[in-house]
């Protein structure tokens, strides 16, 4: 029998951790299978009186923990919209090493959640809902929207926001100006394919015209460090508005609280044998 897990890359903040929990629930209601949620690091940090009474799992021990007790044919859904090293690099050496103390075990891994160069449409159906219903809810019309991830060392991985960003383009039409923007980036050219930084891109749409309001698209999967109330971005917003009296900065809810996401979720397990499968050994 297979086991399961859905895999985020973690966080230091309860939030994130709870919403993964969330996800895999819905999407084993979905499935009538159980979606065990481990993230690869971190989110074992958080104190357990923070996440309900039970501390949260990271992979390697959680491999360790089923292996321990028979489980040898897993099955990995990540949380990832691109190609992350946490995936190609981390998963699979992690892997290795826990086969080399306990044994052989297949590990079946889904394609990340905007696989390129198809894509991954249902994601671009998500973000055109949020930033609809946020103008909606705002009584905007929106004609200035900035669709920011967190920024990546890998090129891959910036692609996917790019072919986001194009699908989102078309359906928002001409009238609407788009740009794109990461909340961090490594300096220098060698990562001039990220695009601009966020604050810096809200400083000049601010001073180029403060009474039009601009609306984040905002690329991220659940509230923590980064996205969500008191994260980075939160704060970069703060900062642009109070330096430029009048401008607004409105923001769309994460891809993670959208009821989509659990459908594509629910809908890659029906594609389990197209999934590579690292078969893990102990020589």
């Given at each position: 029998?297979?086991?399961?897990?859905?895999?985020?890359?973690?966080?230091?903040?309860?939030?994130?951790?709870?919403?993964?929990?969330?996800?895999?629930?819905?999407?084993s209601a979905r499935l009538g299978e159980t979606l065990h949620p481990i993230s690869l690091l971190h989110s074992d940090q958080i104190p357990s009186d923070r996440l309900e009474g039970r501390s949260a799992e990271t992979f390697?021990?959680?491999?360790?923990?089923?292996?321990?007790?028979?489980?040898?044919?897993?099955?990995?859904?990540?949380?990832?919209?691109?190609?992350?090293?946490?995936?190609?690099?981390?998963?699979?050496?992690?892997?290795?090493?826990?086969?080399?103390?306990?044994?052989?075990?297949?590990?079946?891994?889904?394609?990340?959640?905007?696989?390129?160069?198809?894509?991954?449409?249902?994601?671009?159906?998500?973000?055109?809902?949020?930033?609809?219903?946020?103008?909606?809810?705002?009584?905007?019309?929106?004609?200035?929207?900035?669709?920011?991830?967190?920024?990546?060392?890998?090129?891959?991985?910036?692609?996917?926001?790019?072919?986001?960003?194009?699908?989102?383009?078309?359906?928002?039409?001409?009238?609407?100006?788009?740009?794109?923007?990461?909340?961090?980036?490594?300096?220098?050219?060698?990562?001039?394919?990220?695009?601009?930084?966020?604050?810096?891109?809200?400083?000049?749409?601010?001073?180029?015209?403060?009474?039009?309001?601009?609306?984040?698209?905002?690329?991220?999967?659940?509230?923590g460090r980064h996205a969500g109330a008191g994260g980075d971005i939160a704060d970069i917003c703060e900062r642009?508005?109070?330096?430029?009296?009048?401008?607004?900065?409105?923001?769309?809810?994460?891809?993670?609280?959208?009821?989509?996401?659990?459908?594509?979720?629910?809908?890659?397990?029906?594609?389990?044998?197209?999934?590579?499968?690292?078969?893990?050994?102990?020589?």
């Amino acid at each position: 029998m297979r086991t399961l897990l859905l895999v985020d890359n973690g966080s230091k903040r309860p939030e994130s951790t709870l919403n993964l929990r969330r996800l895999a629930e819905e999407v084993s209601a979905r499935l009538g299978e159980t979606l065990h949620p481990i993230s690869l690091l971190h989110s074992d940090q958080i104190p357990s009186d923070r996440l309900e009474g039970r501390s949260a799992e990271t992979f390697a021990p959680a491999l360790r923990r089923l292996i321990a007790q028979g489980c040898r044919d897993l099955v990995l859904v990540p949380l990832f919209f691109g190609p992350s090293r946490a995936l190609t690099q981390y998963v699979p050496e992690t892997a290795a090493e826990v086969a080399a103390e306990l044994g052989r075990f297949e590990l079946q891994i889904a394609p990340e959640l905007c696989p390129l160069p198809a894509g991954e449409p249902r994601l671009a159906d998500i973000l055109i809902d949020q930033v609809q219903q946020t103008a909606l809810a705002n009584a905007l019309k929106a004609q200035r929207v900035v669709l920011v991830d967190h920024g990546s060392p890998i090129p891959q991985v910036t692609a996917v926001r790019r072919w986001l960003a194009e699908q989102l383009g078309q359906r928002l039409g001409s009238g609407v100006a788009l740009e794109q923007a990461v909340m961090e980036r490594r300096p220098g050219p060698d990562y001039d394919f990220n695009g601009p930084l966020l604050e810096d891109l809200l400083i000049a749409l601010a001073e180029a015209d403060a009474r039009t309001p601009v609306l984040l698209s905002m690329l991220f999967l659940s509230a923590g460090r980064h996205a969500g109330a008191g994260g980075d971005i939160a704060d970069i917003c703060e900062r642009v508005m109070a330096a430029h009296p009048g401008f607004r900065i409105l923001t769309s809810p994460l891809v993670g609280d959208h009821p989509g996401l659990v459908e594509i979720l629910a809908a890659r397990m029906a594609e389990a044998r197209r999934w590579s499968t690292l078969s893990l050994t102990d020589t």
